[in-house]
């Protein structure tokens, strides 16, 4: 860290909290640092009060922390050749973070609904595709008309209405998800 260092980057702490990032106590004596966020009272010189309290390598989803920040400038002038986007890649890429538990039942209701979107997705999609090509092939196959009486085209044209192909595709997709879902170890 800089002799610059910002005064809420890295703070030891004097009360034991929870630390809503990794879901473990924060005990007296442990290096915090403080979640930049819009919570609490503004005031005149500094932005904000009352932004959350994690442990300095705890990195909550979707909020930076004052240490993250300062790491970051202090990589910015020790390379200010590199652009800072990649800096800060670099940096949260790293792996002393300790990443935001999330809740099983959060990642649960995610996958159920990227499941239930993308079968809805297929669905449609498989359907349409279908309907084109069943479509094409009745159009293609109008010179049977010619050579077949109305019951025999009847009988085609049953056949390729059917819904057997949606329902092995569907099959297909569902077990592919599932071995996916399975090798991500989402379940």
Not at 21 to 33: L, M, Q, R, V, Y
Not at 52 to 71: E, K, S
Not at 160 to 183: G, M, P, Q, W
Request: glycine letters at 2%.
């Amino acid at each position: 860290m800089s002799t610059k260092t910002f005064t809420k980057a890295l703070v030891t702490s004097a009360h034991k909290m929870m630390c809503f990032s990794c879901n473990k106590p924060i005990e007296i004596g442990d290096e915090i640092t403080q979640c930049i966020e819009a919570k609490g009272m503004a005031l005149r010189k500094t932005p904000w009060t009352a932004g959350r309290w994690v442990h300095h390598l705890c990195a909550p989803t979707g909020i930076n922390t004052y240490f993250q920040i300062q790491m970051w400038e202090d990589m910015c002038e020790e390379f200010p050749d590199t652009d800072q986007e990649d800096l800060w890649e670099a940096l949260m890429d790293h792996d002393y973070w300790i990443n935001q538990e999330k809740n099983d039942s959060d990642i649960e209701s995610v996958v159920s609904e990227r499941v239930t979107m993308l079968n809805n997705d297929f669905n449609d999609k498989l359907e349409k595709e279908v309907s084109d090509l069943t479509e094409n092939i009745v159009h293609s196959l109008q010179w049977l008309k010619i050579y077949a009486n109305d019951e025999q085209i009847k009988r085609i044209q049953d056949a390729i209405y059917t819904d057997k192909h949606l329902v092995i595709e569907k099959n297909v997709f569902e077990r592919i998800t599932d071995e996916t879902l399975n090798n991500l170890n989402i379940r």
